[in-house]
């Protein structure tokens, strides 16, 4: 469903949510080593998620990425997936047809978009907080 980019987007904010949380900064290494990413790769994906101000780099000896504390709880998912895909989750048709719509409907048209409907909810009613959290006291996990 997500660009195997957004999906290292996600799982890189929540791991620098939950260690901005704990009051630390996090490397690029670390984060790499925590989500099983590709390091070069992780790190234009970082560069994205910078330049839309979702997290924070910060160089020197003592740098790394991080979030303030009181902004992590602002930080929706839908925010991460449109700095890194766009909008076209909430658009592309389900069966990938260039051209589908209400008055040309692909055969699932009218089911896809009940699902891509609540996953712009969902994604919309999420923080990263709520994430970092459940990952944190163990209800969630990142790398199996």
């Known amino acids: 469903m997500f660009s195997k980019a957004c999906e290292y ?3 890189a904010a929540i791991v ?3 260690e ?3 009051g630390q900064r996090t490397s690029l290494k670390d984060i ?3 989500i099983n990413s590709p390091e070069a790769f992780t ?4 560069q994205l998620l910078v330049r839309s101000r979702i997290i924070y780099s910060v160089k020197g000896p003592h740098g790394g990425f991080e979030i303030p504390k009181n902004q992590i709880d602002e930080v929706k998912l839908s925010e991460i997936v449109d700095a890194i895909d766009g909008d076209a989750i909430y658009k592309g048709c389900g069966l990938g047809l260039s051209e589908c719509s209400a008055s040309q409907p692909c055969p699932v048209h ?3 978009v009940k699902v891509r409907d609540e996953l712009k909810l ?3 009613n999420t923080s990263l907080y709520e ?3 459940g990952l944190e006291v163990g209800l969630t996990f990142l790398n199996r």
Not at 43 to 46: E, R, S, V
């Open 110 to 112: 009218d089911k896809f």
């Open 131 to 133: 994430l970092a959290v």
């Open 16 to 18: 620098v949510a939950q």
């Open 122 to 124: 969902m994604l919309e």
């Open 32 to 34: 790499t080593r925590e």
């Open 9 to 11: 987007g996600i799982k």
């Open 43 to 46: 790190a234009k994906i970082l």
């Open 20 to 22: 901005s949380l704990n």
